[in-house]
């Protein structure tokens, strides 16, 4: 035990003990060295077992001949344990992670997480020098990292992953955990989850926390609207029961310019998923890019869509399905503001604080109202989807991938004819086999603005292709040999005139009156035939 | 019941020093044989050419492997240890103890990582192959047997287990159809211990033939095909009056 004094040699010597008696279990405590933890310097500490493990392992059915019990479910539950050999994990107390408070509930939290295999391979001792000398070595039991807990609140990780993708544009990264809170509050309050969350979303694009929009389009409306809104917004965001100081509002101010250059956003990926595509067109792409360019500029709407439908008697029906397409994003826009406006409202008035921020509301209200009537007017000949419209909060998907649906279906069919005779008119586009239910009222609009430089035909003006009926084709047909109604059907085959079959009856009769051919009874079938 | 345990920062505060020691495992095994006194080696602290060296070297009552008292000749643990000086780097390591008696008192910090490690010669080598033959064991091991195990199971006419059976059955007799109002009394007596029971579970307790008793249970109870208790029966809405407790209960046991 004494310590041997130092030789020749500039070494020293101590003895090395093992003590044996010790009922102390010596353990390792570790933490990261760039949370710069020193020991030294708690004032006081404690540490309990983190037993909340303990319900996930333990006996879940603390239940035993209530209610809603079984006979003989444990023995029942053993025995199937046991047959189907799953062992399950002891809860071992000693395993259990620490949970250490340094300095009281003011200080640090940290949670050590048991280091595994540390004794199985190698043994870690402790040595410590004793006051005389010697040397005593401890052998180590147990390992635990300790990692320091954060007490401030922390992004989900789909928030992470949402915030990460907006680095780049976002500048104030304080308002991020802001408008989370915000929207944790209005989780609270409001029913109308989906809104919020959509809502929420676009909130933290341009950052502003009060206004729920659900569009970036929103957001270029209010901008360009009025500058007074930037105040008004502010105070929105601020208002609703936040203890943020002002000086974080007032940062704001800095970061509407930063999302004045938001405006022109770069498509993200999803956006292009919904969009209703025409297979058969070949310029698809080429023709959204610029087009959505388009509508993202917000007053450009209106004229967007003049400009659309006066090329649209020029252009071909491809690119007109892709504009159609558009419009149909338009006005799910539009559908989903007149929601957003009516929940902005509600929003506000729950807070109830400064009146300007009613006033931008109004203001984007109207605006939006404005876009709306003047959208749906061109809009009302694009679609008649009057189900669909403004009263649900939904977005018109249904109607309109029906609509759109509908519109190829149409342009298909009016494509195939194409080949064969220029197209008919709006007179007899209604009557067409391919017309949908959904669309009764906008026929007339729909095909004038669709149909290319054809003639309006109608039953009596002879075309350049023969399949017309007209009583010149049956005269014709008549003259040259005896027929049945039914092979003259056959002949004005329903698809080649565009006309139905019980048009082509009606008229079929009509025009046998007129012309009242001679009538021969061959093979017990009546022909008619004329003789010129 | 968490017990919260006020750390004893003593050993801190006083910047108690340790050394954190990896020691082999034939190392440690050795020392668990010290005597009472708990000696072991000695430590040589020395500065070569500037260097620290530290050795270890173990007390030589200790190099014999094998129990004490024992000697086994053949390998010898060998007794010259350097130890391998490292920084704590980057990691704070801080040692606490727990002990029954004294709660957690936190003992000192880490300051030096060492390593011990043996002198690598001929005796260690043969020390090293007997671990190796030892580790590459198989833990199980089929042996083959010269002759078949005929102590065990002999073919029996009919086994006890079933002899006994059939004494059981033969003395309690068929099963006595009770009184309507007997075995109905039975049968609200168990539904208030539990909700379901199986029907098998049902004839145990009430001793009464199948038949007879799915024929009342059909008047007082439903029977579950599906859902969570399958093929089981419960009394009817009408019979029961579990407290509201019971929805308290089912959910806990759904969580």
Redesign the interface.
Known sequence: ?TS?GSSS????????????NT?????????????K?N??A?T??????D?SARRIYGE????D????????KKQREESRRKKYGIVKREFKVEDQPWILKVNGKAGKRFKGLKKGSVTE????????QCPDGA?E????NGWYNFVPQAKHRTLTAEEAEEEWGRRNKVVNHFSIMLQRRFREQEHGCDDDDDDNEKGGKKKKKGGRGGDLRITDLEEDLEMSSSDSNSSNGDDGESKPKKKKETGKGKGKKKKKKSSDKEALEDSDDGDNEGLEVDYMSDESSSDEEPEKGKMSKGEDHPKGIDEASESEEESEEEKQNEEETKEEEEEEEAKTKTPAPAEKKKKKDSSGESETSDDSDIEGETASALFMKKRTPPKRGGRGSAGSSKAGSRPGTPSIDSAATSNTLRAAASKLEQGKRPPPGPSTDSPAAKRLKMEPSSQSPVPSGKSTPQPPPGKSTPSSSDVQLTEEAVRRYLIRKPMTTKDLLKKFQTKRTGLSSEQTVNVLAQILKRLNPERKNVNDKMHFYLTE | ???????N?TG??Q??T????????YL?HQ?DK?S????????????KQGKT?VS?RLNVELTTMGAVGEKDGSVLVPRDHPFTMQTV??????????????G?S?????VHR?ECRPVVNDNYMKLKKLQLQESTKPQRLSQQLEKAVTTIFKPVANHDFNLEHDKKKKSEGKMVRAERQVVLDMCFS?FE??????IK?LVDITKQPVTYLKEIMRDIGTYNSKGA?KS?WELKPEY?H??S??EE??E??T?
């Not at chain 1, 391979?121 to 410590?128: M, V």
């Open positions: 035990m041997l040699s500039p070494s020293t010597e101590y003895t090395v003990r093992v003590p044996k009922n102390k279990k010596y353990s390792i405590m570790g933490f990261n060295s760039g949370d933890v020991c030294s708690w006081q500490a404690r540490m309990e077992r037993m879940e059915e603390s239940v001949g209530a209610a809603g019990s079984e006979f003989g391979n190698a043994s870690y001792y402790i040595f410590t040397f070595a401890f052998p180590v | 019941m968490s017990n919260k345990t006020e750390i920062l801190v505060k910047s108690q340790v050394w954190l020691v990896k020691v082999p495992k440690s020392w010290a009472e006194k708990g000696e072991v080696g000695k430590i040589t602290i020395g500065k060296e270890f780097g980057g990691q704070t390591l801080a040692v606490y103890s727990q002990s029954d008696s004294d957690i936190l003992e000192g910090m880490v060492a168990a211990k539990h909700q379901y029971y199986n579970d208790h089981t029961r579990y407290q407790a019971e209960e089912e806990m046991q969580a």
